[in-house]
């Protein structure tokens, strides 16, 4: 029946297809004009968008891909800083900060799939690069923006095009590169908790073959959640007070920037045909811990029912005081399940009673705290060699190092320290990749390359749950190989049939380390139950073909249609947080085989640009965490273990639009549709109480984005732009267990709401751009929302919310010169 379904969706979607392209293919003829300069390419928004996704430069509307391509002065009107903000123009992408548990990381699916925990046992599900760059760990992924030629995703595996791990899309990031022809700018930004931002960037020439360009940022801004110390505010609850502030009784803040980055590429052309680019970059971030605050205290009602303080809702107390009642806890300032907030002093969502600090471990150990901190450093030197050996052969060369180490911290949002982590991690990386690029008799294009990747990841934390407090230091290494080649060749002027194949070989070791708390009851013996861990190794070693073909048919010059099939992995690795050596299971590799077709069109005499992508993945041993380990594995509690779910059909659509009806008027717009339905589910997931009606993690159903913006000419004043940008991402949940099998009613405490976000910009230029002023509002309802959610009830019986940032308004200006 699922499979005639599909049939079914296959046929409906093609036959809309095949109506959508016989319908316009006749309006574009009709509009095709004389043919354009050969300097002049037109496209809405007056600029090309020239992309390298299949290793050579072509226009986007020319590349038989679903791809999101946002150039540098797109980022600037609508005043885009991170790529979480590129993320929320995108379809079927969603890009978010992790929850402060995982860290100084990016969430990041695309088209339902992806990665959210930021372990290093686990590998990125979205590919992201920096200059063809591979990041090997969503640590450290959420970017700023500085100095961007562009930004191109990549939705669907891109498995012969951008490599290993890419199986749910890539994110890529292109700098812009020295020139020598001088210019640059200085800009500062001013804004609400007292954000303030400088970057600046400069070219010049060295020699007449020697160019330099570098650029930097420093930003700083206060938390926007702020901590309270419970015990202050409480005089009476019999909570110890830990700070002498008792004016305000505040600790702090939560959610803060605060780092400088710099960056400096050199670019050498000793001839028209060689080119080699070097670049260093370097940041130091000391960012505050991640926005958090507790939403919900105590044992769940099943998924479905309503939370009403039911007899089945056990208080959990530590050390004789509850953390919550079932009816609700004192340290819960508000909650969106229900009456659940008991706190006196305050009824914010944006307040939080979280100390970082453990006054009387139950090890016996010293009081200790944790840094608090999300903080990232990290460099970088890769070098870019570019050579045309003949009018018709490249060689590329693009060799690399990354060194990467962080600090953070996370705990459950009361004062009581039921949990508690802090974490120093450590990861660096080699990676070494050649092209060599082809053009033969005009009508075929040819790639055939090598990529090594070596990085060494480690972890040393110290853990305090409920039942166990000891430190862990784990080393992970893992080396990968891989080979490629892609080809398309051209059987007319406008049929053209292309494909690819790439075989990776990856091995990863996860080496457990395993040990005591200095002072504690135990002498610094790590506890009994996880002992048998240290030294222990769990290692993966696999091998994986990938393949794409693909076809593709140009109606008319303004109207192309493409149809794909390609495939796509996601590396096998450990479980890096077992409470038990019978919990230190293995995972296999995620495979996804993608069926894509869509159509790239510019109509009404080019002025709209339409492009609109259709899929069905078929998604084989996904990959989900549960908390309730399967029979079989002692003790079922505490548990947090990575298994091979099973399979799922997932299939949706795409529709991308840019059009400028008038002069001066731009507006562009997405919509994306997204169905994740489980077919098959493992022994493994059935024993952890994961089934068929459960619905993917991170599948968002619908998503839109529209932007608007009006170019008012001042005359010899200058120009002012009135910018409006709004986006809807559908509520979705990020639990494996997300669907009760008996009600059918949703996990409440693992879904995340929609949420519909309104930003505004205001730019005045100068009539010879050399001065910008802007004036900015994002989350402009002041819009109450949550990134995500941290379900820890099987642990510490609580659950966490990472709120999104309310209202704030900025103010930039800018010298270009």
């Known amino acids: 029946m699922d499979m005639q379904h ?19 293919a006749p309006a574009a003829m009709a509009q095709e004009t004389d043919d354009l300069a050969a300097d002049e390419v037109y496209s809405p928004g007056a600029q090309q ?22 150039t540098g002065d797109m980022l600037a009107a609508r005043g885009q800083v991170s790529v979480e903000d590129v993320g929320a123009q995108a379809p079927n992408v969603t890009l978010r900060q992790s929850p402060a548990t995982y860290g100084p990381a990016m969430v990041a699916y695309i088209r339902g799939v992806g990665q959210r925990d930021s372990s290093f046992a686990l590998e990125p599900g979205v590919g992201v690069y920096v200059d063809d760059v591979y990041l090997s760990t969503v640590h450290g992924s959420m970017l700023g923006l500085l100095d961007l030629e562009r930004v191109e995703i990549l939705r669907g595996p891109q498995g012969t095009l951008a490599g290993m791990n890419s199986i749910g899309g890539a994110i890529k990031l292109y700098s812009k590169k020295p020139d020598g022809q001088g210019g640059g700018f200085a800009e500062l930004t001013y804004g609400s908790y007292d954000r303030l931002e400088v970057k600046a960037a400069a070219d010049f020439a060295l020699t007449d073959k020697l160019f330099a360009r570098i650029s930097g940022a420093s930003v700083k801004r206060d938390g926007f959640v702020t901590r309270y110390d419970y015990g202050c505010t409480h005089p009476d609850s019999g909570i110890p007070s830990v700070t002498t502030n ?40 000391d960012s505050e811990v991640g926005a958090s605050t507790l939403l919900y205290v105590g044992q769940a009602a099943p998924p479905g029912q309503q939370v009403t303080g039911t007899s089945d809702q056990a208080a959990y107390f530590l050390n004789g005081v509850p953390l919550g009642t079932a009816s609700g806890s004192q340290f819960i300032t508000y909650s969106p399940y229900g009456n659940f907030a008991l706190d006196g002093f305050s009824d914010s969502p944006y307040v939080s009673y979280e100390t970082y600090i453990d006054l009387d471990p139950r090890d016996g150990s010293a009081p200790w705290q944790a840094p608090l901190k999300s903080a990232v450093n990290n460099w970088g030197l890769s070098a870019s060699l570019n050579v045309e050996l003949s009018d018709n052969l490249a060689l590329t060369s693009i060799t690399a190092y990354r060194d990467y180490d962080g600090v953070f911290s996370s705990a459950d949002g009361t004062p009581l320290t ?28 040819v790639t055939v390359g090598g990529m090594y990747l070596h990085k060494r990841s480690q972890n040393i934390s110290r853990v305090t749950l409920a ?24 059987l007319t002027d406008r049929l ?7 075989y990776t070989d990856m091995k990863k070791t996860f080496k457990y380390g395993r040990g005591g708390i200095p002072g504690s009851d135990l002498d610094g013996a790590p506890p009994p139950q996880i002992a048998g861990l240290d030294g222990v190794e769990s290692t993966f070693k696999g091998d994986n073909v990938d393949f794409r073909g693909v076809v593709q048919y140009r109606w008319t010059d303004n109207l192309m249609t493409y149809g794909q099939i390609s495939t796509g992995f996601k590396g096998g690795g450990a479980n890096q947080r077992p409470f038990t050596p019978s919990q230190a299971i293995p995972h296999q590799p995620e495979t996804l085989t993608a069926y894509e077709v869509g159509f790239k069109s510019e109509l009404f005499d080019r002025m709209m640009r339409l492009n609109v992508s259709g899929f069905i993945n078929k998604y084989d041993d996904i990959l989900v965490s549960v908390t309730t380990c399967p029979e079989g594995v002692i003790p079922r509690n505490p548990c947090a273990l990575p298994i091979n779910a099973g399979k799922a059909t997932v299939k949706g659509f795409e529709v991308e639009t840019t059009i400028e009806p008038v002069e001066g008027l731009l507006i562009d717009a997405s919509l994306a549709y997204l169905d994740f339905k489980y077919t098959q589910m493992s022994e493994l997931a059935v024993a952890s109480g994961v089934g068929l009606e459960d619905e993917g993690q991170y599948a968002m159903p619908w998503q839109w984005s529209i932007g608007a913006q009006y170019q008012i000419d001042l005359g010899s004043v200058g120009t002012l732009t009135p910018r409006v940008d709004v986006n809807f991402d559908d509520s979705f949940n990020r639990n494996a267990n997300n669907v009760d099998a008996a009600t059918g009613g949703k996990d409440i405490f693992g879904q995340i709401d929609s949420r519909t976000l309104l930003n505004a910009r205001l730019t005045y230029e100068t009539v010879d751009g050399d001065w910008m002023l802007a004036l900015e509002a994002k989350n402009l309802t002041d819009k109450l929302y949550y990134t995500d959610v941290f379900d820890n009830r099987g642990s510490t019986s609580v659950v966490q919310g990472s709120p999104g940032q309310p209202r704030t308004f900025a103010v930039s200006i800018k010298r270009r010169f």
Not at 49 to 70: G, N, S, W
Not at 274 to 285: A, E, K
Not at 427 to 444: C, K, M, P, T, Y
Not at 467 to 481: A, D, G, K, R, Y
């Open 496 to 502: 053209t049939v292309g494909g690819g194949i790439r």
């Open 418 to 445: 039921p949990g508690q982590v802090a974490n120093d991690i450590f990861n660096h990386q080699f990676s070494q990749e050649v092209r060599l690029s082809g053009q033969f008799a005009d009508i075929v294009n």
């Open 246 to 285: 008792t004016e305000d009784c505040k600790l702090g803040t939560e959610g803060g920037r605060d780092y400088t980055a710099g960056r400096l590429a050199v670019r050498w052309e000793p001839s028209d045909r060689v080119s080699l680019d070097i670049v260093g970059d370097i940041t130091r971030d």
């Open 6 to 24: 599909d049939y079914a969706w296959i046929r409906g979607s093609t036959s809309a297809f095949a109506l959508i392209v016989s319908a316009m």
């Open 467 to 490: 039942t166990l407090n000891f430190m862990e230091n784990n080393v992970i290494p893992s080396t990968t190989w891989a080979a490629f080649a892609n080809a398309d060749l051209a």
């Open 49 to 70: 968008i020239v992309v390298t996704a299949q290793f050579r430069e072509q226009d986007l509307q020319d590349t038989p891909l679903a791809i999101t391509a946002v």
